[in-house]
Every structure is written in structure tokens, then in C-alpha cells.
């Protein structure tokens, strides 16, 4: 599929507005209007789409048109985006580390326990937050509350993000992602040693049927997801890997990992609290105290998204996961060896 042109124009309140044109390929032949629109401007959901039909801001071939409305080759969707509300959020001093920036992108070593963007229980303190300190102007292509935010990593997991100072960065990065071109690579230590020296998950994931908190690969409405891992040591009792998802859904590797028997450490909602099963003090007391998902994004290959070369990125592994890594090399750990 094209990507979408992106024009400012003057709304009725005389504010200044984004406007959208995307002109449907054959692929989208026969498509619902909403589907086709949050399939290829994928940081809103479909029911946002919805209302924005509904409120007469999107038109397709210069006419007024219904979420239902089907879609035939050729057509120009518009799309306008009312103005974000002003200054909803107070930017806030949290340091960042920087791996790479130009006019268009930043890419960042997010550190873990660092939320992303605010959210329910999670209003101030936040990457965005930081974000915000830092930088004059950055995508509003995620609205108000996700300034720049292109993806996420989970609260625990610390590592590399790429971040979108400009819309047509956003946009052009978000089809990367929904194309499967972004390439990532994550470190995860895991409970057990591994049977083979590399494998692939390929489960589809969706909402747990019991614990709607949780993903589960037992969802009846799971979508398709794939992860490739490989040994990249072994430990007594543990496993670091490296894991590389072909698929973004929410908490994949987490779930995928559990799926076949290996959690990953520090994961309390997909593995438990494990470390209450190991005798040696010294890993008992790493193990307990180690506060985050041992999941690191390490690598992170893209191409630019407006000159067209392509990026590689490598973030070390911070210093409490290096640790952990050399406490649990030592001599035979009890608990869950595989």
C-alpha cells in the first residue's frame, strides 16, 4: 500500500488541523471505510475512526460517508484530524539516553521501570514526560498523550525505541511496523535450559478467556504472532536468549516464552514468583530482588523514513541485568533446571 500524503489546513473553528489523503489501493478494494483507515493509520483504534466519520471529518472522494461504507480502488480518503487540546501535559526533567537523533526521528536506550506515555494509574513521570522537556515539537500523529510514540516497550523491558520528532516520520515508521520491515532483536533470561539450541513460537495471542489482564495464546479471537529465538548461553537452571518477534503484539515474547514452559525472570504476571522455588541464597536473593523483566531490546534495524537508508542500532545490556547474568553463572542453581 501508498503511504498517506499529510496537508494542515483551517477547521471551522478557524484552529489549525491535520488532513490525511490516502488514495485506496486494489488491495482495499471492497474494504469498510473504518477497517481500511485503521489498518493503515494504525496509532488510533477502529471505533476512534468511527466517531471521526460519524463527526463528518472524513470524507472519501470529496463526499460525506458512513464507517460502513465500502471502498473501491482508486478512491481518495481524507482524513481531518481536529487540533490537539493545548498543553495537556507538563513536560518533566527525566533523564534520557540518546543513541541516535536527526530532524526527523530519536533513537533512545529506554531504561526499565520508565512507562512509555500516561495512562490509567500512570499520569506524570513518564518517557512522554521526558520527551517533552527535552524536544521544541514532536509527532501529534498519536494524539495528545503519545507525542512521538511510534511503539512501545513494556514498562520492565528496557532498551532501544525509535522515536518521531515529525507526522511524516510517524507515518512513514508506522507502516515499517505494520509491514514486519522494522527488525528487533531482544535479550530475555528464562527459567529452565532450553532442549534445543533454537526454535520459533507460533501461537496466536489475544486476551486470556479467564484473566482479562492477561494475553494468553488460548484466546479464541488470538492474532497471529511469531517469535524466532536461539541459545545465546546456558546457565545452571536458566537460559539467556535472543528472541526475535516478527509480530507486535502486546506482551509476545512474555507469552510465547510461558507458552513453552520458559518464563521469562521477573515476569510475576506470566511466570509467578519462581525465586521462592530456589534454595541457593545468593540466586534466591537476586532472583527476589531483581524488580523487572529480564528483557532487553537490543538491537533495532529500520529504514529512515524519509531518506530511505537503513539504521542498525545495539544498546548494551544495562548493569542490574549484567549482574543478575553473573550471579546465576555461578555453580548449580536450584529451583526450575530444565
Not at 472522494?61 to 480518503?77: H, I, N, Y
Not at 510517524?170 to 520491515?181: I, T, V
Not at 530511505?308 to 545495539?314: N, R, Y
Amino acid at each position: 500500500m501508498t503511504r498517506p500524503d499529510r496537508m494542515t489546513g483551517e477547521g471551522t473553528t478557524g484552529m489549525s488541523q491535520d488532513v490525511h489523503a490516502l488514495r485506496v489501493p486494489p488491495e482495499g478494494a471492497g474494504w469498510r471505510l473504518d477497517r481500511f483507515l485503521a489498518e493503515r493509520l494504525t496509532d488510533r483504534s477502529r471505533s476512534t475512526f468511527q466517531k471521526l466519520i460519524r463527526d463528518g471529518r472524513v470524507t472519501v472522494e470529496g463526499k460525506a460517508a458512513r464507517p460502513s461504507t465500502e471502498l473501491c480502488a482508486g478512491d481518495l480518503v481524507e482524513v481531518r484530524f481536529p487540533a490537539p487540546p493545548p498543553e495537556q501535559l507538563v513536560p518533566e526533567p527525566i533523564p534520557l539516553t540518546v543513541v541516535y537523533e536527526d530532524e526527523e526521528i530519536l533513537v533512545i536506550d529506554k531504561p526499565a521501570r520508565l512507562v512509555v506515555h500516561p495512562g490509567a494509574g500512570c499520569e506524570t513521570g513518564t518517557l512522554v514526560h521526558g520527551l517533552l522537556a527535552r524536544e521544541e515539537a514532536l509527532s501529534g500523529v498519536g494524539g495528545p498523550k503519545r507525542p512521538g510514540i511510534v511503539h512501545r516497550l513494556d514498562r520492565g523491558t528496557s532498551g532501544l525505541m525509535v522515536i518521531a520528532r515529525t507526522d511524516r516520520a510517524h507515518l512513514a515508521l508506522a507502516e515499517q511496523f505494520r509491514g514486519r520491515e522494522i527488525r528487533k532483536a531482544y535479550q530475555a533470561m528464562v527459567w529452565g535450559r532450553m532442549r534445543v539450541s533454537e526454535g520459533v513460537v507460533d501461537a496466536s495471542i489475544g486476551r486470556d478467556p479467564t484473566h482479562r489482564r492477561k494475553m494468553s495464546v488460548r484466546s479464541p479471537r488470538g492474532r497471529a504472532a511469531v517469535s524466532r529465538w536461539r541459545v545465546l548461553r546456558t546457565l545452571p537452571g536458566f537460559s539467556l536468549l535472543e528472541v526475535k518477534p516478527e509480530t507486535g503484539r502486546t506482551h509476545q515474547i512474555r507469552v510465547h516464552l510461558q507458552s513453552i514452559g520458559h518464563p521469562v525472570v521477573g515476569d510475576s504476571r506470566y511466570g509467578g514468583a519462581a525465586w521462592r522455588g530456589v534454595q541457593d541464597p545468593l540466586r534466591r536473593r537476586a532472583l527476589k530482588h531483581f524488580d523487572r523483566l529480564a528483557l532487553h531490546a537490543w538491537k533495532l534495524s529500520f529504514t529512515h523514513p524519509v531518506r530511505g537508508d537503513l539504521l542498525s542500532f545495539e544498546a548494551p545490556l544495562p548493569a542490574d541485568f549484567a549482574e543478575l547474568i553473573e550471579i546465576l553463572s555461578r555453580p548449580r542453581a536450584e529451583g526450575r533446571p530444565r
